[in-house]
């Protein structure tokens, strides 16, 4: 299984970027696939999810309306596109799966849920 996280930089406040997990080695079926964000000093923390059987996303409070998860199956990526980014976004973005997941529409933003991670990428909002 190969994650591998794409598409973070420099932007202004209020800019928008679109954040790419290439995913492999993995059917996609009945996965779900997480983007989470972490900052020096802090606990890693769910950004937003989509658990692909029952088709549902979620969002963690500060991003809603402002992030949007969506998935291309026929390039196996999952998307994150960030609009109206604030300096508090700032963090090393990370994409995780869970090839076969059981958890709950609740669960999806916990790290405990997820067996593979891809490598950071740096997502800079300046004020």
């Known amino acids: 299984v190969q994650l591998q996280a794409s598409g973070g930089g420099l932007v202004q406040t209020g800019g928008s970027l679109r954040l790419s997990c290439a995913h492999s080695g993995f059917r996609l079926d009945f996965a779900a696939i997480g983007w989470f964000r972490q900052v020096p000093g802090k606990e890693r923390e769910g950004v937003s999810c989509?658990?692909?059987?029952?088709?549902?996303?979620k969002y963690t409070d500060s991003v809603k309306g402002r992030f949007i998860i969506s998935r291309d199956s026929a390039k196996n990526t999952v998307y994150l596109q960030m609009n109206n980014l604030k300096p508090e976004d700032t963090a090393v973005y990370y994409c995780?799966?869970?090839?076969?997941?059981?958890?709950?529409?609740?669960?999806?933003?916990?790290?405990?849920?997820?067996?593979?991670w891809g490598q950071g990428t740096l997502v800079t909002v300046s004020s």
């Open positions: 995780a799966a869970d090839e076969y997941y059981s958890g709950s529409y609740y669960s999806c933003l916990e790290r405990y849920e997820y067996d593979y």
């Open positions: 989509i658990s692909v059987g029952p088709n549902t996303t």
